[in-house]
């Protein structure tokens, strides 16, 4: 009896509801670190509100054509420049057509893994003044929505030729002589004419697979490291070979899926630098473009207070301002907890169990001599990077001997003609530069050009620009222009201000 009225109550709790407690206030906004996140969130939104309600140009009420537009602009390439850049155009009334050779805008950003993101603040990534991040280093997917978003508002989805790849840029019968203060009128795929042309391509195209001798022969899995979003890890031996920016995500992503032990091929040490926006904001600032004899303190302060314990990491060899560092907090981690093994060498041929590499020393050389030693792999990941896109396209004479890319005026505009503009696919290595304020700058000098023949260069003054700058950095390594910071990069459009006062008009 007992036992029967037992089991009932027992049934009659199971049934019975608890009521809940309704949860009004969250003390834990008062803890000091909370109330300092909660602050600089606070702080970031504001800064980034400001910037939009005094820089973000207005954007066209509808989608119809503009009524008497200045002038008919084609941009070929619909990622974040080129978005930027026909956003920036249409706001000052003049008409855009954008050629895009994929499905969809977004350019390298729609064919990454969904975990990649920003590698500098998103303070410093605004390739838009209308731009409105949620987070310092949004991931794909955000900077995605946000590209689109401003597609949509500027009126850009009518004016945009989507899985249309440009073959032919030519000119026009209209042209005039750039020698005599002219400019050329082009037609795109024989369509137009354009008053300009800008090209805003990038630097990363078609997925870079390298040939790996015995590959046939591996028994495990072979991806690009731009593919590993839906690849299982979980408890996989993991090798990437290649350790620039897309290799060391690689290895982050691996070790977030909880993979067993990875390692990372390097053929050539980088400088990796922390998310942090005042230092890195520090480095952007060098004004000389190259290594100076005080660079060896950013340098040291890197491996002091960056690498730490995993100083030997940093490249021995190659100056800070020799290359585009890469930016990431967590790799270094990985390696000192022994999730990552970074091996210096080159990988020699793949077997039917992983690789065999060329194991070197630090202050080695690709190539030199090693020792010879095996790493097993259940996937080998290749993280080789992207081809840079051709720009065949463009008529060969836009670019005479020894001005060709990078070596253009004001680093991105053809030295025969202005009104040929490649912004953000002309750079090889820099600091800090991309997706900042220049994208519209650049667009700004090229409607100056257009609108007032005063103002513009001739084919001679260009090339004095690259043959000055060629001299003051004549000893930087690999060439005047392949790499600059972001100051020196201001210093440029400065320049153009500061030597024909009277462009400072528009």
């Known amino acids: 009896m007992d036992n029967q009225n037992g089991t009932a109550l027992d049934k009659d709790s199971k049934n019975k509801v608890t009521p809940t407690r309704t949860k009004i206030y969250d003390w834990r906004i008062l803890y000091p670190l909370n109330m300092i996140n909660h602050i600089f969130k606070l702080f970031y939104m504001t800064v980034q509100l400001l910037i939009v309600s005094i820089f973000k140009p207005r954007a066209p ?22 978005i930027s850049t026909a956003a920036h155009a249409i706001s000052h009334n003049f008409e855009v057509e954008i050629f895009e050779k994929n499905d969809a805008v977004g350019g390298i950003w729609a064919h990454v893994n969904r975990t990649s993101g920003l590698q500098l603040n998103s303070l410093l990534y605004r390739f838009h003044p209308g731009v409105l991040w949620t987070s310092t280093f949004p991931k794909r997917d955000e900077i995605l929505n946000e590209c689109r978003r401003l597609w949509r508002e500027y009126k850009l989805e009518s004016r945009t030729r989507l899985n249309t790849t440009v073959t032919s840029v030519t000119r026009a019968d209209s042209s005039t002589d750039p020698a005599e203060g002219g400019h050329g009128r082009w037609m795109v795929n024989g369509e137009g004419p354009f008053d300009a042309v800008v090209v805003t391509i990038g630097t990363c195209g078609d997925k870079k697979d390298a040939s790996l001798k015995g590959l046939e022969d591996y028994n495990g899995l072979v991806v690009h490291s731009s593919e590993l979003d839906d690849v299982d890890l979980k408890d996989k031996r993991v090798v990437v ?13 691996a070790c977030e899926k909880k993979s067993g032990p990875v390692t990372i091929i390097a053929r ?31 340098e040291d302060i890197l491996r002091i207070f960056h690498y730490g314990r995993e100083s030997w990491v940093s490249p021995a060899q190659l100056g800070l301002f020799e ?61 080789t990077g992207f081809k840079r896109p051709s720009v065949d396209f463009l008529p060969a004479e836009l670019f005479p ?14 030295v025969e003609d202005w009104s040929i503009l490649l912004t953000n696919t002309a750079y090889i290595n820099a600091i800090g530069t991309v997706g900042h304020f220049h994208i519209g700058i650049y667009l700004r000098v090229l409607l100056c050009l257009l609108l007032d023949p005063a103002a513009r260069p001739f084919p001679e003054d260009m090339k004095l620009w690259v043959d000055l700058l060629r001299w003051l950095k004549r000893d ?17 459009l400065i320049s153009f201000h500061f030597f024909r006062p009277e462009r400072l008009n528009w």
């Not at 119809?64 to 420049?81: D, E, F, M, S």
């Not at 897309?246 to 992503?253: F, H, P």
């Not at 585009?324 to 970074?342: A, G, M």
């Not at 992983?354 to 993280?383: C, L, Q, T, W, Y």
């Open 61 to 82: 009420k509808t989608d119809g054509p503009l009524k008497r537009p200045y002038g008919r602009i084609a941009v070929i390439g619909a990622g974040l420049t080129g």
């Open 241 to 253: 070979v290649g350790s620039g920016a897309s290799g060391v995500e690689a290895v982050q992503l």
């Open 268 to 298: 050539h040490d980088k400088w990796i630098i922390p998310r942090n926006i005042f230092f890195d904001t520090a480095l952007s600032l060098q004004p000389f473009g190259r290594e100076i004899p005080l660079s060896w303190i950013p």
């Open 323 to 383: 290359g585009t560092p890469i930016v990431n907090d967590e790799f270094l981690t990985e390696i000192h907890e022994n999730k990552c093994k970074y091996v210096r060498g080159d990988v020699l041929k793949a077997t039917s169990t992983g690789v065999k590499v060329n194991v070197r020393g630090r202050s080695s050389s690709p190539n030199d001599a090693g020792s010879e030693e095996h790493f097993d792999a259940d996937v080998i990941v290749m993280a």
């Open 401 to 414: 001997e020894r001005y060709h890319r990078p070596n253009l005026y004001l680093q991105n505009f053809s």
């Open 476 to 492: 930087s390594a690999g060439g005047a222009l392949s790499f600059f910071t972001y100051m020196e990069l201001t210093l440029w």
